[in-house]
């Protein structure tokens, strides 16, 4: 069994509770759709699996948990930015410090889906993430498509 967090843009109001929440800076950050006026997007880790992320680091720096949870060891990242252009949500941040910055669950507790009394944020119980995603490209369509590879 895995866990999975759900993104409902249409429920966000743009309070940033969710920003304020995590203890990880930058660990999700919600920014305004250019297009669609008092329109926000959620930009978090989805913990995907397999984890685009995962495979491309050759530092061994994000690594998968117990619970499903793509985990970052900064004192093995070089910030080399692979796994931002790989990952298909955008959901991996290079500070202005020049670490890398994402997500980690909280434990297996998120507090910002906690702290979003809208509810665009949920965790969940699921049988198999990687039927969910199944729609999203692969790591190797990912790099070709950002010219990486």
Known sequence: M???LHVLTEKCTGCMDCVEACPIEDGIRVIPL????ERWDIVVCRHCNPAPCVEVCEFG???VSANGAVILNQSLCTSCKACTAVCPFGAVFLRPDGTMAKCDLCSGSPRCVAACEEGALVYERVERKRVLIRGKPSMVEL???KGLR
């Open 34 to 37: 250019p297009t669609l006026p």
């Open 2 to 4: 895995e866990y999975l």
């Open 61 to 63: 720096a994000l690594s």
């Open 143 to 145: 790099l070709e498509f």
